[in-house]
């Protein structure tokens, strides 16, 4: 296959503001209730899993749901109680990769290809990672796990609540052959309705249809559906959150005595520092050069400018500054550079726009 392989996994909690209301009133435990909706063209937000068998669903009307649920009981939304929650499972996430991408407050994507824990498998991570919601918060979540993001977010439905499905590379194409396409993410009510008028039942169905043919009848969406039913969905975890500081650096294959050598080498580090800075150019005020000696004894010695600088040519003068700043103590091994201390530090949480959806 000429498409990479990452490790997904997608989190996703079960009946989040209504388990979250369900645990702080424990009164409400295992009733239907709605979280929203209870005000006169009220909304429901959340549905409780005791109030699902009755029909009851988010978006739904309060009036509809009390139809459908005489037993309902309707509670008042908390949206900093929920935001609480969601940073809670989001730090818990951050111990394994800094590739978190939040779809809202209850679900992220995160690659687990490279983790901080340097783990192999990506499944014992989402076990994880589920016991330890469990255990900070007392809520359960569910987890899909996969090759990619559209993978891992139908996955992580199948076994919902409170469970988790992997889909390794070589069950991905049967997976998707006899997947309803009501279950393909990004597959709404409507077109899933005009797939079946034309006899579009599963992704064995999908698949037999042509690129041509798929993108005339669902414009961009059609070259979407072409390529996912065969497994292939290249977009990456964005993370959302703004690192502290970026950094790169270089073990020597033999170390290294003299500052001129290791010039060198510095540029060469600044060049990959500057590439993972990457076009959105974070300016920063603090250099860090990290000197890792033949006997692995670290030192770092930092500097704080006046200034905000994005520049290689600058970061790199200050990186020298800093190298021949005091004399080397012993061989050198490996070297890195670092710039912290962001303009812009602090940025507004585009998913807090989830929270002023009305209820
Ligand atoms: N939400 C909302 N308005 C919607 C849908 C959802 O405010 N139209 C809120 C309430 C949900 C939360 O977002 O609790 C998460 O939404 P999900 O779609 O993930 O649904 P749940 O977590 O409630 O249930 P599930 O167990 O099916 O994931
Ligand atoms: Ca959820
Ligand atoms: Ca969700």
Redesign the pocket.
């Known amino acids: 296959m000429d498409f990479p392989i990452r490790k997904i996994v997608h989190i ?7 388990s979250v209301e369900q645990l702080d009133n424990p009164e409400l435990r295992g009733k239907p209730i709605a ?2 909706g209870g005000s006169e063209r009220g ?1 429901v ?3 409780s ?1 005791e109030a699902r068998p009755f029909g009851v669903r ?2 739904m009307s309060g009036r509809q749901a009390k139809k459908l649920c005489p037993d309902l009981i309707f509670v008042q ?1 908390n949206g900093a109680r929920y935001r609480e929650v969601s940073e809670q499972i989001r730090d818990i996430f951050y111990e394994y990769t800094d590739l978190v991408e939040p779809l ?4 992220a994507y995160l690659d687990v290809t490279q983790n901080k824990k340097g783990m192999v498998s990506a499944t014992q991570i989402a076990t994880e990672i589920r016991a330890k919601i469990q255990a900070k918060t007392q809520l359960t979540a ?1 987890a899909g796990i996969s090759i990619n993001k559209f993978l891992a977010k139908v996955a992580s ?1 199948y076994n ?2 409170n469970g988790q499905k992997t889909i390794p590379p070589e069950e991905v194409l049967t997976f998707l052959e006899e997947l309803d396409i009501r279950k393909f993410h990004g597959i709404g009510k409507v077109t899933a309705d005009k797939m079946y008028r034309q006899g579009i039942y599963t992704g064995a169905d999908l698949k037999k249809r042509t690129l041509e043919e798929l993108s005339e009848k669902f414009g961009k969406s059609g070259k979407y559906y072409y390529y996912v039913v065969r497994g292939i969905h290249t977009s990456e975890v964005k993370p959302t959150r703004i690192a502290k500081s970026v950094g790169a650096e270089r073990t020597f294959s033999k170390n290294l005595s003299s500052e001129i050598y290791m010039e060198e080498r510095l540029a060469e580090i600044v060049a990959a520092l500057q590439k993972r800075m990457g076009k959105k150019k974070v300016a920063g005020k603090t250099v860090t050069l990290k000197i890792k000696y033949s006997d692995f004894i670290i030192q770092t010695r930092s500097k704080t400018l006046p200034l905000y600088i994005s520049d290689a040519s600058l970061i790199l003068e200050e990186a020298k500054k800093l190298l021949y700043q005091e004399e080397l103590q012993d061989s050198v091994r490996l070297l890195g550079v670092s710039l912290s201390n962001f303009k812009n530090e602090k940025k507004q949480d585009p998913i807090e726009e ?1 929270l002023k ?1 009305p ?1």
Do not use: C, R
Request: net charge negative.
């Open positions: 996703d909690m079960d009946a989040f503001f209504a979280v929203g909304v937000a959340a549905a899993y988010s978006a939304s809202s407050l209850d679900e569910s439905d919902k609540p989830q959806l209820f």
